[in-house]
């Protein structure tokens, strides 16, 4: 069994980062390892909230990680909360990552066009940095702007989306996926590995929930992980997202906690199996 470590914050309460990544990790058979970036009582969707930064938790995590000669099968970064944070990430990297083992960056910065206020604007010039060399990257919209120099569009087309995956992948990314992608009424994502491109869109709904690009992320690794190669991760990953996006219809009391994806996980798993027996998960 591969075991994985993400580094991400944690939220007591609501479906996001790691109590999003480690029960999508866990159900696709991966040993999930969390390392907080941060404490908060509840996500920040909530009107208010109380949080705890861990920066200086990081190093001595660490040591002591080094000093019980624990390994991992790769490293799932999250939302990351200032330039420190990453230096202290990189340094983690470089004394636990393994030659071959993946490196999956998911570039949380912003969203709707605005880059979270807790960031400087530094920031994403720091990212950027970060992620060249990733094996995987899954910024939305607004986080592949940030990343690329460009204006924001809530909506490119498809050829515009396609540019920047190629900016993207120039940065020495192996694939690229660009999320919330929308188009004729539907939306997913959009992906590149090797020049060639992947997309799979579902209905889009009139549903907003926090998380749902954590769920997402971990579930498009959870897939690879598994055996997937990235077309069928990138398809796997966006119909379990629509699934748990859906699925608020009948519990609309819940979306203020996040997505939904807890009743769903069967259907996760289902799916990874039918890949793995090579058939198609459509």
């Known amino acids: 069994m591969k075991r994985i ?14 109590t999003a990544a480690i ?8 040993e999930c390892c969390g390392i907080p970036t941060a404490l908060l009582s509840n996500h920040t969707g909530f009107p208010t909230f109380y949080s705890i930064d861990l920066t200086d938790e990081l190093a001595p995590i660490s040591d002591q990680l080094k000093r019980e000669h ?5 490293v799932y970064t999250g939302y990351i909360a200032s330039i420190n944070q990453i230096e202290h990430i990189e340094e983690f990297i ?51 702007c940030l990343l690329t120099g460009r204006s924001f569009n809530p909506c490119p087309t498809l050829h515009e989306t396609k540019e920047m995956l190629r900016e993207l992948c120039g940065f020495g990314v192996k694939f690229a996926v660009i999320t919330g992608f929308s188009e004729k009424g539907q939306l ?43 077309p069928q991760a990138l398809e796997i990953a966006t119909k379990f997202t629509y699934a748990a996006v859906e699925y608020p219809a009948a519990a609309s009391d819940r979306r203020f906690y996040g997505i939904h994806f807890q009743p769903v996980l069967g259907e996760y798993i289902r799916m990874l199996e039918r890949v793995e027996k090579g058939q198609s998960d459509g």
């Open 5 to 18: 470590v993400t580094i991400q914050d944690f939220s007591c309460v609501g479906s996001c980062s790691l």
């Open 23 to 30: 029960p999508v990790l866990s159900a696709a058979g991966v």
């Open 70 to 74: 624990i390994d991992f099968d790769g």
């Open 94 to 144: 470089r004394r636990f990552r393994k030659p071959g083992d993946p490196l999956f960056i998911d570039p949380v910065m912003g969203d709707n066009g605005k880059m979270y206020a807790a960031l400087t604007d530094d920031y994403p010039e720091r990212m950027r940095k970060f992620i060249e060399g990733a094996d995987i990257i899954t910024p939305n919209i607004t986080e592949a």
């Open 188 to 230: 997913g994502a959009v992906g590149c590995f090797d020049g060639a491109f992947t997309e799979c869109l579902t209905p889009k709904k009139d549903v907003a929930c926090s998380g749902t690009g954590d769920v997402f992320a971990s579930a498009l690794l959870g897939a690879v992980l598994r055996g997937a190669d990235y």
